[in-house]
Every structure is written in C-alpha cells, then in structure tokens.
C-alpha cells in the first residue's frame, strides 16, 4: 500500500534520523575496521530482523527477542541480554518513535507524560541499586515468568483488547499518580532486564483505560525508546565511574554493530504494518513465542519440583492481577 504524499512530507524528519544513522554506523564500521565484527556476529542481525519488526508492531521491545536469543541460544549471562537490548532499542526503539511522532499517530500523552519522568527516575535508581544484587538465574526467571503471563493475558483477553477504538479519556485524579507509578517501578524492571516498562503501560493502556491498540502500541513504544536511552546512558556512567562494580562486555558492542542497521529500519516498518494490517494475528505469534520462551528458560535453568510450581504460580498470579486491572478499568468513567 502506498504512503500518501502528504505522509512523505510529514515523514521527513524520519527519514533525515536514518541518514543520519546509517551515515554514523557506516564511519564507525568503515573508520574502525569493524566490518569482520560485524560479519561474525550475522546471527543476531538475522534475529534482530524479526525482533525489530515485533517492537515497532506490538508491545513488546526488540529485547523481547534479543534477551532470550542471546541468553537461552548463544548462552550469554543476562546481563548482556540486558545491555544488549537497552542498545539496540536506543536505535530500534527511537527509530519507530521519530516515525511514530513524524506520522502524527495518535499517542496517549496523558499517561506517557508522567510515565516519562517516572522512567528517568526508577531506571537509574534501580540500575545502580537493584539490577547488580540480582543474580543471573533470578533475571532470566523474572524475564520468562514476566513475558508468559503477558502472552498468557493476550489468549485470555484478546477479543476485549482488539474490539477498543479510540483514544482513552484522561482519568481526574488518577492519570498523574497512574503515570508515575509505571514510570518508576517499569524502570526498575527494565534496569534489570531491558525490557518491561513497555508492557507495562501498554497492559493499563488495554485493561484499566480501553484504550486502541493503535493508540496503545506507539504509546509503549516512545516509552520503551526513552526508558532504553536512560537505561544506556546510566549503564554507561555507572561503568566509568565505577569500573570495580559495574561493567558493559564488549560483546554488546560488537552485537550492536551487527543488529543496530537492520532494527533502525526494522521496527518502523513494524509500526508502519500496525497501521494497516489485522492486529490479532500478530499479537497472538508473538503470545505464542512468550509461552515457548517461560518453557526454554525452565529447561534451560533446570527447573523442578517447588521451584517449577512457583514458577507457573507466578505466571497465574500475574494474570489474576491482570483480571483484576480489568475490572478495575470498569469504574473508569468513559465521559
């Protein structure tokens, strides 16, 4: 389907960020004689492709993909996940975002607003204060208990979430607090994992405000770019102010020369795709993956017994919560 002529215009400053990216990624390959890096690390452009485009289309950051590929296939500690994916959802993430805001898709400012500068400061805090005290296990549990009880809430409730349209009317009172309260405690789930804050907003967006999904999706994504560059940039002060307690491997790096010009065109085309195509079949692929991931990760881990119950208990627990922020969003006045 062809973009309107008045979408091109509008899409200018989108298309000025990608020269001007590809024009920065292409000196620093060129200049610093990293086209080998790149060429090793093939696989993770090749993942980042798929992953890109479910950032830039659903809820979920290219971390979704990223953190499981690197830490269950390659076998990383998810500390890299982690890094991994707050770098390349600085260019994935913001790339769909300057397409977002250059298209003018309609955005739920409302709640970002205050959930914007909760994000600035829950990231940092937890990123110097919680994320380093958490083990390597306890993150890639975090990771799949989180990430299967959202796939799990899309096969109970994905009628009730696709049937909303328009926008969401502010709530008095409550969008502030609301706002902040996922801004500050979705940072500090993402400064451990990457990812989280995303899917946070977007679950209040769908099951407390019916908000659209067409409304919802872009919201989570501006959220989930800001929340990665503070996630970046606090990784990286940290780790030259205190090189003895914090560090970034230089795998990172190397994975995100290999991944960063394939996401920065790859989730602005999965936000272009959410605009024009059935937002079901999507939703519930990636659901799927969700659920398969907790399965790998329990294998993995080597799970049994009490540990696995509580696992799944965790995953039921979530999504009774997730029930609950249903009927909540019934009290919500609708004028």
């Known amino acids: 389907m062809s973009v309107p002529s008045t979408d091109w215009r509008r899409l200018r400053p989108f298309f000025a960020w990608l020269v001007l990216f590809y024009t920065g990624w292409a000196a620093i ?90 994000a600035l400061i829950g990231t940092p805090l937890g990123a110097a204060f919680i994320a380093p005290h958490v083990s390597d296990v306890a993150v890639k549990l975090i990771f799949a208990v989180t990430w299967a009880s959202f796939g799990l809430m899309h096969f109970v409730k994905v009628k009730q979430i696709v049937a909303a349209t328009g926008l969401a009317l502010p709530w008095k009172g409550k969008d502030l607090p609301i706002g902040l309260g996922i801004g500050i405690s979705g940072g500090v789930v993402a400064s451990m994992m990457g990812v989280g804050i995303d899917m946070m907003i977007y679950a209040v967006l769908v099951l407390i405000y019916r908000a659209d999904l067409k409304i919802a999706i872009p919201t989570s994504v501006i959220l989930m770019a800001f929340t990665s560059v503070t996630g970046l940039a606090s990784n ?93 969003g019934e009290k919500k006045p609708r004028s």
């Open 29 to 118: 390959v060129f200049f610093g004689s990293w086209w080998s890096t790149v060429a090793d690390h093939w696989p993770i452009a090749v993942s980042m492709a798929f992953g890109s485009y479910v950032a830039g289309s659903t809820p979920m950051g290219g971390g979704t993909i990223g953190f499981p590929v690197l830490v269950l296939i390659f076998d990383q500690p998810a500390t890299l996940g982690r890094d991994f994916a707050f770098a390349v959802q600085s260019i994935g993430m913001v790339s769909a975002s300057i397409y977002i805001l250059s298209a003018r898709r309609p955005i739920d400012w409302h709640l970002l607003r205050p959930a914007l500068l909760g």
């Open 236 to 328: 990286a002060l940290l780790a030259a102010a205190l090189p003895a307690s914090y560090s970034i491997s230089p795998e990172v790096f190397h994975n995100w020369l290999a991944a960063a010009p394939v996401v920065a065109i790859g989730a602005p085309f999965g936000a272009w795709v959410l605009s024009r195509l059935p937002r079901t079949p999507t939703l519930l692929v990636v659901s799927a993956l969700c659920i398969v991931q907790f399965v790998a990760t329990v294998l993995k881990v080597g799970l049994q017994g009490w540990s696995l119950v509580i696992a799944v208990a965790a995953v039921l627990g979530i999504n009774f919560v997730f029930a609950l922020m249903f009927r909540y």
